[in-house]
């Protein structure tokens, strides 16, 4: 059974930082593509950041030298690190599994088979 949880949400000030978690089980993580989306209500979920098996990241032009992912194969845990946050960052963050993502359609929910809960993340100004 695949899971995915999320945590490390919360309120922030303009400018702040926050690191979100993401514990996965039930994959091979160390083979995984996994990515970071966004969703604002009554918006569509909007990609955020991808990371391949062999390391390459990918980012959203907006959080380009602001967020970084990352993963830990020993813990099976996924990561982004958001810094220089903004009142635009404010959305329910979820973090997504794929087993066959491809470049060209890392950026589509559709893409990913396993999706976490999500994490509200609060950008005050």
């Given at each position: 059974?695949?899971?995915?949880?999320?945590s490390?949400?919360?309120?922030?000030?303009?400018?702040?930082s926050?690191?979100?978690?993401?514990?996965?089980?039930g994959?091979?993580?160390?083979?995984?593509?996994?990515?970071?989306?966004?969703?604002?209500?009554?918006?569509?979920?909007?990609?955020?950041?991808?990371?391949?098996?062999?390391?390459?990241?990918?980012?959203?032009?907006s959080v380009?030298?602001r967020?970084?992912?990352?993963?830990?194969?020993?813990?099976?845990?996924?990561?982004l690190?958001?810094?220089?946050?903004?009142?635009?960052?404010?959305?329910?963050?979820?973090?997504?599994?794929?087993?066959?993502?491809?470049?060209?359609?890392?950026?589509?929910?559709?893409?990913?088979?396993?999706?976490?809960?999500?994490?509200?993340?609060?950008v005050?100004?």
């Amino acid at each position: 059974q695949v899971q995915l949880v999320e945590s490390g949400g919360g309120l922030v000030q303009a400018g702040g930082s926050l690191r979100l978690s993401c514990q996965v089980s039930g994959v091979t993580f160390s083979t995984s593509v996994m990515a970071w989306f966004r969703q604002v209500s009554g918006k569509e979920r909007e990609f955020v950041a991808s990371l391949f098996r062999n390391s390459r990241t990918y980012y959203t032009d907006s959080v380009k030298g602001r967020f970084t992912v990352s993963r830990d194969n020993a813990k099976n845990v996924v990561y982004l690190q958001m810094d220089s946050l903004n009142s635009e960052d404010t959305a329910v963050y979820y973090c997504a599994h794929s087993s066959g993502a491809i470049l060209s359609t890392q950026r589509y929910p559709q893409t990913y088979n396993n999706w976490g809960q999500g994490t509200q993340v609060t950008v005050s100004s």
